[in-house]
């Protein structure tokens, strides 16, 4: 059975930015994956601008403006009732940036993979155990080992799963995702559009491809495809991509050995579009605690890392929650907003209510 320091599950942007980390700091690094890559995944594919200052450590700034992208220069809030607030989002080097998940999760799988990270794709982790290492089985058989296990594996987390973490699941609501043509002169806009349903998400991926995102309860779900064919032509037996819950307690992201990150420790609500900063950023904060601990800094003296009593530990949860800290209220009250019609028809009133999302959105775009 091939040993090594880290094993990571799940190759997504928390999974993969903390392998390539882990790996550039010469941990022996193994990264299972699901699906085959290049995969498209349930999202509204857009960047916020925090996610820059981590790619450009990951040297990937280039590589990820070169690929088809849309640069967006603003976000259109439309209210039940169709009114209007438009809110300009930053240009330049710190600029909201969209491409497709296929595009851009595949680039960093890549860039883990030019780290040293050993790569299996197509590979469905099925069953944990422990003692002083992890064992992982697979679908397929194999088994690894691991000093450490990190769990990159999403909403749904296996791992969590397995180590009787993960909450029962609220199936309040579902989404639904598709690429559709681009309509003439959509422009380089977000459009977030509460419906009395549920809400619409809609933005330019390319110069062909809208991301169109309806988010409903599951008995509403029938009443935005309908919408989706009227406003946008879609064919009422359009197949879209779908994913559930989208809410979820979250989970303590440091545990005994294990690390939990991006979705897997805390689903956040997709309106406000920060999930893939959150998830890279805490890979990045997991692989440094990592590489402390692989290398002795916080070992007891059985050689086991114990809960609580690492300062490593203790540094990475407090991480993880300044990188939260001063945005989450945000997404609650976009959560607020679009469970609750209520609140969602005071977003009517959007001109008394315009300098109020002016400055929410300047802070949800303004880099940590
Ligand atoms: C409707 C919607 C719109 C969104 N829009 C945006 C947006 O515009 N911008 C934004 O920043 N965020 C957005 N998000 C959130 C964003 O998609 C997530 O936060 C982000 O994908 C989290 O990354 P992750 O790496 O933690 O998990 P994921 O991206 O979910 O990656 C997890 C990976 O683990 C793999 N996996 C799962 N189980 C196993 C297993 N047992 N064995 C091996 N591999 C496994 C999966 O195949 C997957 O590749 C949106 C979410 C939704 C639902």
């Not at 309106?271 to 893939?276: S, Y």
């Not at 590489?291 to 530990?313: C, F, H, N, P």
């Not at 109020?356 to 303004?366: D, F, G, M």
């Amino acid at each position: 059975m091939e040993t090594f320091d880290v094993a990571i599950v799940g190759g997504g942007p928390a999974g993969s930015t903390c392998a390539a980390f882990c790996a550039g700091a010469g941990l022996r690094t193994l990264l299972l994956e699901r699906e085959k890559f290049p995969r498209e995944k349930v999202c509204g594919d857009c960047l916020n601008p925090s996610c820059w200052p981590v790619l450009n450590r990951l040297d990937l700034v280039q590589r990820v403006s070169a690929l088809p992208h849309a640069k967006l220069d603003s976000v259109e809030f439309i209210a039940i009732g169709g009114r209007k607030v438009i809110v300009d989002l930053p240009s330049g080097g710190e600029c909201e940036f969209s491409v497709k998940r296929s595009l851009f999760d595949h680039l960093l799988l890549k860039r883990a993979g030019e780290f040293g990270a050993h790569i299996h794709e197509a590979t469905t982790v099925t069953g944990l155990t422990t003692s002083h290492d992890w064992k992982i089985e697979t679908g397929g058989g194999e088994s690894f080992a691991a000093s450490v296990l990190v769990g990159a594996d999403g909403r749904n987390s296996t791992v969590a799963r397995l180590c009787n973490l993960l909450p029962r699941p609220q199936r309040e609501r579902i989404a639904l995702q598709s690429h559709l043509p681009l309509p003439d002169n959509f422009g380089n806009r977000v459009v977030l559009q509460l419906l009395s349903h549920g809400y619409v998400g809609l933005s330019p991926v390319n110069g062909e491809e809208l991301n169109v995102c309806l988010v409903a309860k599951p008995r509403n779900m029938n009443a935005l495809k309908t919408w989706a064919t009227k406003r946008l032509g879609v064919s009422p037996t359009h197949v879209w991509r779908t994913i559930t819950p989208l809410t979820r307690a979250a989970l303590p992201p440091a545990h005994e050995n294990l690390f939990l990150i991006g979705d897997a420790a805390r689903v956040v609500e997709p309106f406000t579009g920060e999930g893939i900063y959150y998830a890279m950023r805490s890979g990045e904060l997991a692989a440094h605690a990592i590489v402390k601990i692989i290398r002795g800094e916080d070992r007891s003296a059985t050689g086991r890392i114990r809960r609580g009593e690492q300062s490593t530990l203790r540094e990475f949860v407090r991480a993880c929650g300044e990188m939260y800290r001063g945005r989450l209220w945000i997404n609650r009250l976009a959560r607020v907003a679009v469970l609750s019609p209520r609140t969602a028809s005071f977003l009517s009133h959007a001109a008394r209510v315009q300098p109020v999302l002016r400055s929410l959105t300047a802070k949800i775009v303004t880099p940590n």
